[in-house]
């Protein structure tokens, strides 16, 4: 059965701290994905990677997938309440048919 | 463009009613999904389609029963709703469903009650 794992489940943090989040499989993907979901809205694709060792840029956000394609990060520089949400990891399930989620981390950002 | 709609936006029930939630997207997208979300669970996938006329199970389908009509619609229905039901449910479209083209739009849920 493929797996997503997220760590931490929950980070809450100051204005301007850095963070990483984690995704975690034992399984290899084809490529992984990134969400944002802010509350009381569906979540919103942020990048998606493809390529192992790949990684990309969004403003504040690094992304990277691992070298073997099992595991992603998102790191945020000095985080802004504007990046508060839930930051979901997702990849292709075995079939090709659907996308399998993790749990997800949520993010607090208080100034 | 509209993008993914859902209806209704919030609904309470009372055990053993059915109704019906509607999906829908503007966007010519062959892939529909709908997810569950519940607290430290994340999204679990209900049911999917790969184009109209198509259904197909995913991740958790008891008790829910779909249909695609037409393109741009996908229909959930629950027929004798438990208290286990409650929770909020999100619709899924996309362009391609592998690789980098499967980026998948969400609705924006409808939170379901069961009482």
């Known amino acids: 059965t493929q797996l997503l794992e997220q760590s931490p489940q929950f980070l809450s943090i100051q204005e301007g701290e850095n963070l990483t989040v984690y995704c975690n499989s034992s399984s290899v993907f084809s490529s992984l994905q990134w969400y944002r979901q802010e509350p009381g809205e569906g979540p919103v694709l942020l990048v998606t990677?493809?390529?192992?060792?790949e990684v990309k840029k969004l403003k504040r956000l690094t992304f990277q997938f691992g070298d073997a394609r099992k595991d992603s990060s998102l790191h945020i520089t000095a985080a802004q309440p504007g990046d508060t949400g839930l930051y979901l990891c997702?990849?292709?399930?075995?079939?090709?048919?659907?996308?399998?989620f993790g749990k997800g981390t949520t993010l607090s950002v208080s100034s | 463009n509209a993008g993914v709609t859902q209806t209704p936006k919030f609904r309470v029930l009372k055990t053993g009613q059915s109704m019906t939630l509607l999906c829908a997207q503007d966007?010519?997208?062959?892939?529909m999904y709908w997810y569950r979300q519940d607290p430290g669970m994340g999204l679990r996938l209900i049911h999917y389609s790969v184009g109209e006329g198509t259904t197909a199970k995913g991740e958790v389908p008891d008790g829910y029963n779909v249909s695609r009509l037409k393109k741009q619609n996908f229909l959930l229905g629950l027929e004798s709703a438990a208290p286990s039901q409650t929770s909020v449910y999100f619709c899924?479209?996309?362009?391609?469903?592998?690789?980098?083209?499967?980026?998948?739009?969400f609705g924006p849920g409808t939170r379901l009650t069961v009482l």
């Open positions: 966007m010519n997208h062959e892939y």
């Open positions: 899924a479209s996309s362009y391609s469903r592998g690789g980098v083209y499967n980026e998948q739009f």
């Open positions: 990677v493809v390529t192992g060792g």
């Open positions: 997702a990849g292709d399930n075995q079939a090709g048919t659907a996308l399998i």
